[in-house]
């Protein structure tokens, strides 16, 4: 089983709204990351989860908050979004984060969920 | 500031011929370079990487090419197959200080016709 699953697929939210993200894989991995495509631009790297710790923030506003409460569930909160943060967010998990100059762990991908703020 | 480039937005390629995606990258501590292939409305899938201790990695109809020197890596799919159409990401990462970068290049859309 390959597979990270995201709830829900699509979300519209107005700015005054709280909404979750969810993310789930079942693959054993410890590291479990959030990503943000906006159309035609590449995933930006949002957040790392490793060993069910934050591990990286990438400089992401506070509107924005991660969680995760077991090794196979990664969770986004959104709260006060702003329109612009319309885009596709992606989950994606591997078996660990490199340390050093190990060898590189895949990242699988779930299908994202499409959110659109009004 | 791009650090991870795909110059060509869309490629297309005859059925049976060889598709070649390049990419581009500006910091030098990158030390692992990954390509992915991207559906509609799917995530991204991992197809191959590389180390920067290889200059080359093969899987199936697969190729990764890497020059270290121009900072450049490519991927040759051959022979390119109409369910290779989709648009393909590489990506870069790196481990440095504790600080880690995975970046993802702009994706170049790549059209097989039969």
């Known amino acids: 089983d390959t597979e990270v699953t995201q709830t829900p697929k699509h979300l519209v939210m107005g700015m005054t709204n709280k909404k979750s993200l969810k993310c789930e894989q079942h693959?054993?991995?410890?590291?479990m990351y959030w990503y943000k495509q906006k159309a035609k631009k590449p995933p930006e790297l949002m957040f790392v989860?490793?060993?069910?710790?934050?591990?990286i923030n990438e400089s992401v506003p506070s509107r924005f908050s991660p969680e995760c409460p077991n090794s196979s569930l990664l969770n986004l909160h959104l709260h006060a979004l702003q329109p612009e943060d319309s885009a596709l967010y992606l989950c994606a998990s591997s078996q660990a984060i490199p340390r050093g100059r190990e060898k590189q762990e895949t990242q699988y991908f779930g299908p994202g969920t499409r959110l659109l703020v009004l | 500031d791009q650090q991870v480039k795909q110059n060509s937005p869309s490629l297309s390629v005859q059925e049976g011929r060889i598709s070649i995606l390049n990419c581009d990258y500006t910091?030098?501590?990158?030390?692992?370079f990954l390509w992915y292939k991207k559906y509609p409305a799917e995530g991204p899938t991992f197809l191959i990487s590389i180390s920067s201790i290889k200059d080359k990695n093969e899987d199936g109809r697969f190729t990764v090419f890497l020059n270290k020197s121009a900072k450049h890596l490519s991927l040759h799919i051959v022979p390119s197959q109409p369910g290779d159409s989709a648009v393909y990401f590489c990506a870069a990462s790196a481990i440095s200080s504790g600080t880690y970068k995975y970046i993802f290049g702009t994706g170049t859309r790549l059209k097989v016709l039969a």
């Open positions: 989860y490793s060993y069910e710790k934050l591990s």
């Open positions: 693959m054993g991995h410890r590291a």
């Open positions: 910091n030098s501590m990158f030390d692992y």
